[in-house]
């Protein structure tokens, strides 16, 4: 019986140690590992999609209110005057969820472009949304447009054998247009 | 025999250098060494989670009671893992994506619970300490060395700087996973040429 | 469980395995004189660049493992030769002997020599090369540059894009004499069969993997066939096209990557013809003939353990012959 204890008790007290250490670890790097995925995940979508930006886009983060949800929205500014904002949507792709980051410009109601944050698509075939040659597509266009692929009655050229990689993108996009319109004038308002 | 600290430090480079004389933890041999960078983060990696398991394992091995012994291992190890984790992803951020999910692999590592139970649980701690340190940095090395050729061969590039002449074309069959079974079957039947002191 | 990888037939009679070459060099003698027909000096030029770099590293690794040479048994001619015909007539020279050089170091003297070689040595090459530099196994445009007085495209290529519709151009009997591009040694097919029924009278390969072999070609994609005969070419196409008769005489039967009882050899056969039907109709490859035989060898040591049911094929007639 004491052979019991004793083993229950010395693992108890190398889990609980061990748990400490590592809250208190995960505590410490917590702040700089959401900084680097900013950086490295979103910021090269973002230097794209807000290219002519002076700022530093990724400090200039606001968090915005939409139906009890927080979302975080990139601010791009010229001259300390903001132009346009950027925003991640995510959608249901072939494998998995996309991530998808598009830039909207407030004076003209437009679409900078569009970035793929993170994607499990296969290679090849559904990966290649990621490439500009798709994204392109997306570059440039008044928000009205429907953005369907064309076998949709969209006007969006699919990736080539990944119409379902490609879809995916095209409902992101469609959604973050209904949640750019509810959320414009507050961006707006605070400028 | 008697222990010294510096034999128990150099017999991991060449003796028992792992994972060509114990044939151990293959799994990142073969996957990570794509790239001598991730040859170098996955070799340091193991050689931090090793010999910290080693001494903490060596310096608590009296309380820790016969029967759960390797349950307890695994929760340190674990541990260390996760706070190899952690910092990669905080300061070195693109290694840690393109080590991914080797990282907590680490975890089941043979070589380190192998030498936890068979070198840490047994020794006192100055030479445990020894051990996992020297067995972890022959470990790098030899990622270093597997890596080094497959990515020379495979990229014709050495920690991502052009080393080939212009025209050199890929040999891809190095970079992918059956390259990598060959390249290790070619070292280890190498090294088994050598005696072994 | 205890598994126990036996060792394939060796033979000790050094004058039967030299005949056994001279024999499958006859045999093949058609073909490469075709190709030299078809693309000149190009066709010379990897052939005779294969053969001795096979030649070459076969001398040079034998003296550095301290083993008796064995250059004079003709295994490393017979393999330069084959491992030349599967290539397209525009490679350049490094990758004939880098995959000359392949085909001997990994895919037989690493395993000891001949006789020891769990996979074929010259798919081995071949298949080291092919995932290296695809590029230059591009066959739908190797044969661009020649003037060849057919299509240039590549068949199977074809039927992959588009199905049957795409493939109406061709007939049977062109490929039948050769006229379709390729490996520089893989599209003589009639040649390729005279050659593969020289060996079977000669008694150098058995009929058991060859027969079975077109079999499950045949079998596999007529059902593929019956089923979506717009989408599916008819089976007479899949034995003509590709690197497939080359492999059925050739490189399926190599001694000591195929099993040697009967039911193996069959089973050997089947799954080949199988595989290859199944990589064609799914994979991204057009042709995969020597997939199919690579994987189908690592079944061998399984395969020979079928022995205690059925006797070992003896089709070894040479050595009474020679007397």
């Not at chain 1, 830039?103 to 900078?112: C, P």
């Not at chain 2, 010999?51 to 759960?68: A, C, D, Q, T, Y």
């Not at chain 3, 001795?52 to 003709?74: M, P, Q, W």
């Not at chain 3, 069959?266 to 020597?290: A, E, H, M, Q």
Request: overall charge positive; hydrophobic content about 50%.
């Amino acid at each position: 019986m004491r052979e019991y204890i004793r083993m229950v008790a010395v693992l108890t007290a190398i889990a609980a140690v061990c748990g400490l250490l590592l809250a208190a670890v995960k505590k410490g790097t917590e702040k700089r590992i959401e900084e680097q995925i900013l950086v490295n995940v979103q910021g090269p979508a973002l230097n794209n999609v807000l290219a002519s930006s002076t700022n530093d886009i990724i400090q200039d983060r606001e968090e915005i209110t939409v139906d009890q949800e927080i979302k975080i929205v990139f601010l791009g500014k010229k001259n300390g005057q903001i132009w346009a904002i950027a925003f991640e949507m995510t959608a249901m792709g072939y494998k998995g969820k996309i991530g998808v980051m598009v830039g909207f410009d407030l004076e003209k109601d437009r679409l900078t472009g569009i970035g793929i944050l993170t994607h499990q698509e296969t290679p090849g075939l559904g990966a290649r949304v990621s490439e500009p040659i798709f994204t392109n597509n997306f570059k440039d266009r008044v928000i009205s447009e429907i953005f369907k692929v064309k076998k949709d009655n969209g006007t969006i050229d699919a990736v080539s054998g990944a119409t379902i990689s490609s879809r995916a993108v095209c409902s992101a996009v469609e959604q973050s247009i209904v949640l750019y319109s509810a959320i414009k004038d507050q961006v707006v308002k605070k400028k | 025999m008697k222990k010294t600290i510096a034999h128990e430090f150099l017999k991991g480079f060449w003796e028992i250098l792992p994972p060509f004389r114990l044939v151990l933890g293959l799994c990142p041999v073969l996957a990570v060494t794509t790239a001598v960078e991730n040859g170098i983060g996955m070799g340091l990696s193991t050689t931090f989670v090793l010999f910290f398991s080693n001494v903490i394992i060596s310096s608590i091995k009296k309380i820790i009671p016969k029967k759960v012994r390797i349950a307890s291992y695994i929760i340190i190890i674990a541990t260390f893992v996760v706070i190899v984790e952690l910092v990669m992803k905080a300061y070195f951020f693109s290694i840690s994506k393109q080590l991914g999910l080797f990282i907590n692999l680490i975890v089941v590592n043979c070589i380190i619970l192998g030498r936890a139970e068979a070198f840490a649980s047994k020794n006192p701690i100055y030479l445990s300490a020894a051990d996992g340190l020297g067995i972890g940095l022959g470990f790098t090395l030899s990622l270093i060395l597997i890596s080094t050729i497959r990515e020379i061969l495979g990229k014709g590039t050495f920690l991502g700087m052009q080393v080939m002449w212009n025209s050199y074309e890929p040999f891809a069959f190095m970079v992918s996973a059956p390259g990598a079974f060959v390249c290790l079957g070619l070292i280890l039947a190498l090294i088994n040429l050598f005696p072994k002191k | 469980m205890k598994l126990i990888v036996s060792s394939p037939p060796h033979w000790n009679n050094k004058d039967s395995i030299t005949k056994i070459h001279s024999h499958l060099i006859i045999a093949l003698l058609p073909v490469l004189i075709y190709a030299v027909y078809t693309y000149g000096l190009h066709a010379a030029r990897i052939i005779s660049l294969s053969v001795v770099t096979t030649i070459a590293s076969e001398y040079f690794i034998r003296k550095l493992f301290g083993k008796e040479s064995t250059i004079t048994n003709g295994s490393a001619v017979v393999i330069g030769l084959l491992f030349a015909m599967l290539l397209p007539p525009s490679v350049p020279y490094w990758l004939v002997i880098m995959g000359a050089f392949l085909c001997i170091f990994i895919g037989k003297e690493i395993f000891g020599g001949l006789g020891s070689n769990p996979l074929s040595p010259v798919l081995v090459g071949w298949a080291i090369t092919r995932i290296s530099w695809p590029a230059y196994y591009n066959l739908d445009l190797a044969s661009v540059n020649y003037d060849l007085g057919y299509s240039f495209r590549y068949p199977l290529t074809l039927l992959k894009k588009g199905g049957t519709e795409f493939i109406s151009e061709f007939k049977l009997l062109d490929f039948l004499l050769g006229k379709q591009v390729g490996g520089i040694g893989t599209v003589a097919v009639l040649l390729l069969l005279i050659g593969g029924i020289y060996l079977l009278l000669r008694g150098v390969i058995a009929w058991e993997i060859p027969v079975s072999f077109m079999v499950g070609i045949l079998v596999v994609s007529s059902v593929f066939w019956l089923l979506n005969n717009n989408q599916y070419a008819n089976p007479l196409f899949h034995l003509f096209t590709g690197n497939l008769m080359l492999g059925i005489f050739f490189l399926s039967t190599d001694y000591a990557s195929s099993p040697f009882n009967r039911w193996g050899m069959i089973v050997f056969g089947f799954g080949c013809g199988f595989l290859t039907i199944i990589f064609r109709v799914w994979s991204v490859y057009p042709d995969g003939v020597f997939f199919a035989i690579l994987i189908m060898n690592l079944f061998t040591p399984l395969l020979d353990k079928l022995k205690k049911r059925s006797k070992p094929v003896e089709f070894i007639h040479i050595e009474s012959r020679a007397e």
